[in-house]
């Protein structure tokens, strides 16, 4: 309570931070930290992960994007911006690093912490015209992205050269196809396959991806991609050492709807994620924390959709529950602002005009 009202921001710092005590306490006391034992994040998740390190894995970009959000939050009614979101954030990406992570998760997290940010600035452009920020505040952010592009740089050089123990050719053989070959197979042999060839065969993509995948808990679009470009003794090998390949987003969309559907599915799948983020945009807007909050694992899934291609999670029952409670979430936070005498302010830190 804060003068008598609901403080929302300091309890959702408070959860947050007690939650990440509690993960950096497990990961000193359950084994060996992967940064210093030259490990594998892999190997670490299977023999060393607790319970809130799995938790962190399979939830920390959602994490991130509601941290993001309770950054901005206080912006929309004319205050600063919350840095102890930021440094929250800062904790979960150094714990990343310790634990062997690189590029994909610094990425991601950066990525869906930023979301709620671009969005505060575009509203603040539009609204006021002023900026959610002080000078010495963009110098701080400016400092933090340089730190975490050198982070990202020392993470896949400790990986390739320490961990994997890559040498000369090698390591420069290994670098050439992270970097300019990964990012684009998985399209050039869909190219081939549906543009040069036409052996493309709609039912049968289907089929594998929602009907018989090799592990229906994972994404079975790179699934079926790799084995139709690998032996399948092979691919199941890969696919077992919770590994795979790059891409899957548009390559999958061809695979099912040919040279010319393909195109159309495209567009379709371009259309909702807008139409979603325009919602989503609106919510955090309007201050509409709780529908934020429930549409966050909705917003997930449609960019996992758009990263890798995966589209099983959209026939699972618990992305319909997902959608269902979002929705009843909406209607129900609507039904509560329109009521005056209920709605309470945000009660935002006094953290002092921004120059």
Known sequence: MS??????????????????????????????????????????ARLYGGPLHGLLLYWGPMLAFQLGVFLVAPTFRGCSLDWRFGALLASLILYLFLVGHRFSSFYTYSLFFAMPIAIAILNRGTSSGRPIASKAALRGIALAGAVLCLLIVGAIAYSYTVVRKFEGAELFAKLSQRILVQ??????????????????????????LFVDPFDPARNSTMQ????????????????????????????????????????????????????????????????????????????????????????????????????????????????????????????????????
């Open 3 to 44: 003068a008598g009202r609901f403080d929302l921001l300091d309890v959702a710092f408070w959860l947050v931070i007690s939650f990440v005590a509690a993960l950096w306490l497990e990961l000193l006391v359950r084994g060996p930290i992967p940064l210093f034992a030259s490990m594998e994040r892999f190997d670490y």
């Open 183 to 208: 990012q684009g197979e998985m399209w050039w042999m869909t190219y081939e396959r549906v543009f040069l060839q036409d052996n493309w065969n709609g039912f049968h993509a289907a089929y594998k």
């Open 224 to 355: 079926f991609l790799m084995e139709a470009a690998l032996p399948q003794g092979r691919v199941h090998f890969i696919l077992e050492q919770g590994s795979t390949y790059a891409g899957g987003w548009p390559e999958i969309l061809f695979e099912l709807g040919g040279p010319v559907g393909g195109y159309v599915l495209v567009v379709l799948s371009a259309a909702i994620f807008s139409e979603f983020m325009f919602l989503l945009t609106r919510c955090i807007v309007e201050e509409r924390f709780a529908t934020c909050f429930f549409l966050t694992p909705i917003l997930y899934a449609l960019w996992v959709n758009i990263a890798a291609g995966m589209v099983n999670s959209f026939i699972q029952l618990t992305f319909i529950l997902k959608i269902m409670m979002a929705l009843l979430i909406y209607v129900t936070e609507t039904r509560w602002r329109c009521d005056k005498s209920l709605l309470q302010p945000l009660g935002p830190r006094p953290t002092g005009p921004v120059a």
